[in-house]
């Protein structure tokens, strides 16, 4: 058989959004899977679910249910012969999950196969009154985090990302109102595409001034970062994709001009302790999956039409269109990104490829999607494009950890428990809902660059209204016990 025609394509696309009333229970995830798997088979226009060999699912955290691949192949017409469920919910698992299904028509072992993924974080709050969603993120963050990350407040995403954003914002030169100008001209944008997204689960279009406004609707999560410029977990959402071998989608009848084409994509990581990385001003394993995407499918920047800049706190997306040189004002997501588009935790990517490839049916062109997982841990990045490549690429070795590793720099040894002086890396604050920080935590390197935690009481008024109005990366400052064990950090040297 010619490898040409196991290429692997996109058939079919679902996506759901689930928006129960105040006295409607709402769908459960198994139950948005597939629903977004029924979905995609009418868009493919043929009866394919009986027919999958293979099936990849996105794993999720609303509903307690640590066989969900099972619940969901038991309620399809028949059981694909091949079922993955990825290790958990990350942002990085449908495009693995793609790039898999992709290696697998590739080699001829399979036929169909579908990737489905859904959250109902919605309907878990409603049966647990109101709780549901709060405890199954906590849940899911806590369940990772280190005694030293733990103990100085370091447990969710909202406390670790704003790492990278103040690190960012001083090695790129930024003031703090040039990054968040920069950040309010992306999320404008995202919200921009989400208002033309019938999928999307926000579609009010908002200016940057409106991303930046600070008020009750717009408070302040985690410095610097409103609650417009975060994730938007609190969605009942699902999506899936059908993929076949180019013969048997022709076989089917699918017309030509609704195939959109899988390139190869490429995966790193970082170390899972996001305390013991080499920095927080860039990541290597993103920098990695880019370059080498981009290499594999022939492609560069200015041949890119769509991409999907994973969104889930804006440094993420700032550092992956640096390395792309993706202007700002363009767009950085075909769906809305995670604020607007929504965030179901891991599934995000799913609903983007569906997005993306729906606009390469309608345009010929060429799109990268740029996933991320974890705490910046995860990287996977892939191609979608209309047209067919000149030679099949798969089965192809997604991994390029061993290039990320050369990109990498020394990562510093971290201490326990340091007192003594010594320099701001990056910090995080964390606000409450009335608006006023909880505290904050200094992430800084001794005199002779070991990495050590240091925190700021919600009291120290003064050190806290420094960090959110000066520039503290790079400023001395001492290390010193406090009564709960932990060290408290004091300007000056």
Not at 13 to 31: F, K, M, T
Request: glycine fraction near 10%; aromatic fraction near 6%; proline fraction near 7%.
């Amino acid at each position: 058989m010619n490898r040409q025609e196991l290429l692997p394509v996109i058939i079919g696309i679902g996506q759901i959004n689930d928006r129960p009333s105040a006295d409607e229970p709402g769908l459960d995830s198994a139950s948005l899977m597939l629903a977004a798997l029924a979905i995609a088979e009418r868009d493919a226009g043929v009866p394919l679910l009986g027919r999958l060999d293979w099936l990849g699912i996105e794993n999720q955290i609303s509903c307690p249910d640590p066989a969900i691949d099972e619940t969901v192949t038991r309620n399809l017409p028949s059981r694909p012969a091949h079922v993955r469920l990825t290790e958990d919910a990350s942002g990085h698992g449908p495009v693995e999950l793609l790039n898999r299904a992709a290696n697998a028509i590739g080699r001829g072992e399979v036929r169909l196969a579908a990737i489905t993924g859904g959250e109902a974080l919605r309907t878990a709050a409603k049966r647990a009154a109101g709780g549901g969603m709060a405890n199954a993120l906590a849940a899911a963050a806590e369940a990772g985090a280190t005694k030293l990350a733990w103990r100085y407040g370091l447990v969710t995403p909202a406390d670790v990302y704003p790492l990278y954003e103040n690190a960012t914002r001083a090695a790129w030169g930024q003031t703090l109102a040039e990054a968040q100008d920069e950040t309010a001209l992306i999320w404008s944008g995202l919200s921009r595409t989400a208002a033309d997204n019938p999928y999307a689960w926000l579609c009010t279009p908002l200016t940057p001034h409106d991303i930046l406004a600070e008020g009750l609707a717009n408070r302040m999560i985690s410095f610097p970062y409103t609650k417009l410029m975060v994730a938007n977990s609190a969605v009942n959402q699902g999506a899936a994709l059908i993929l076949a071998s180019q013969e048997t989608a022709l076989a089917l009848g699918i017309p030509t001009e609704r195939l959109v084409f899988v390139g190869p994509g490429a995966a790193a990581h970082e170390p899972a302790d996001f305390l013991r990385r080499d920095g927080f001003t860039g990541s290597a394993s993103l920098n990695a999956s880019i370059d080498r995407a981009l290499a594999l499918n022939g492609l560069v920047t200015g041949l890119l039409d769509h991409v999907e800049l994973y969104s889930c706190f804006p440094c993420v997306p700032k550092m992956a269109r640096r390395r792309l040189g993706w202007p700002a004002d363009r767009p950085a997501s075909v769906y809305g990104g995670l604020t607007f588009g929504g965030g179901p935790i891991g599934n995000c990517m799913t609903h983007a490829a569906a997005a993306m490839a729906e606009k390469l049916r309608a345009a010929p062109g060429n799109g990268l999607i740029v996933a991320n997982g974890g705490y910046a841990t995860h990287n996977h990045t892939i191609a979608l494009t209309s047209t067919a490549p000149a030679i099949n690429p798969f089965p192809q070795d997604f991994n390029v950890q061993a290039t990320a590793d050369t990109l990498r720099g020394p990562i510093p040894t971290l201490l326990d428990d340091y007192t003594g002086p010594g320099t701001v890396e990056s910090f995080t604050m964390p606000f409450g809902r009335e608006g006023k920080p909880l505290g904050a935590t200094i992430v800084a390197r001794t005199p002779e660059g070991a990495r050590f935690l240091a925190a700021v009481p919600g009291d120290d008024l003064g050190v806290l209204d420094w960090l959110t109005r000066a520039d503290p990366v790079g400023s001395a400052g001492q290390a010193q016990p406090m009564a709960d064990g932990r060290q408290r950090w004091v300007r000056g040297g």
